[in-house]
């Protein structure tokens, strides 16, 4: 996949996360930007875990909302203290 791909599919990504995790309150942009990073971040954590990165438009979109729901998680933690 191309760049605009990763963009489309994590900004998607993080919409679902915010939808999927109610009351975060971050907004949708900052949101889809969690859902970019997430994407990433759902990656990795298939890389360490030694699965394979998914092919394909609903794979990829399933790993980055995995990821943006984990780093939705993570930016409360850090956002209640």
């Known amino acids: 996949m191309n760049f605009i791909s990763y963009l489309i ?5 993080g919409f679902l996360a915010g939808r999927i995790r ?25 890389r360490i875990f030694n699965l394979p990165e ?3 438009f609903w ?8 990821g943006a729901v984990l780093m939705l998680w993570i930016a409360d ?4 203290k």
């Open 22 to 46: 109610r009351g975060s309150g971050y907004g949708c942009i900052v949101n889809c930007l969690l859902g970019i990073v997430g994407g990433q971040f759902g990656g990795w954590l298939l």
């Open 59 to 66: 794979a990829s979109l399933f790993t980055a909302v995995l």
């Open 9 to 13: 599919i994590g900004a998607l990504a």
């Open 54 to 56: 998914p092919g394909g």
């Open 77 to 80: 933690k850090f956002r209640s």
